[in-house]
């Protein structure tokens, strides 16, 4: 459902932080760490990123 990196990246973000400090955190440009969140979001059908997290939580897909 999730890559590996889109799981990684929506788990920081769950974590509260931004796609910045997710960048610094995972060696990618803040571009990159959108990118993967509006993939993780599309992939999980979420309306936006906090939902995409309750989807992720709810169904084991991240670990915050």
């Given at each position: ?8 990246v ?8 931004t ?5 610094v955190l995972?060696?990618m ?16 059908g ?19």
């Amino acid at each position: 459902m999730l890559t590996p990196r889109q799981s990684d990246v929506l788990g920081l973000l769950a974590r509260g932080l931004t796609n910045e400090r997710v960048a610094v955190l995972l060696g990618m440009s803040p571009v990159t760490a959108r990118k993967h969140s509006e993939a993780a979001r599309r992939s999980l059908g979420a309306r936006n990123t906090a939902h995409a997290v309750a989807i992720g939580l709810r169904e084991g897909l991240i670990q915050p």
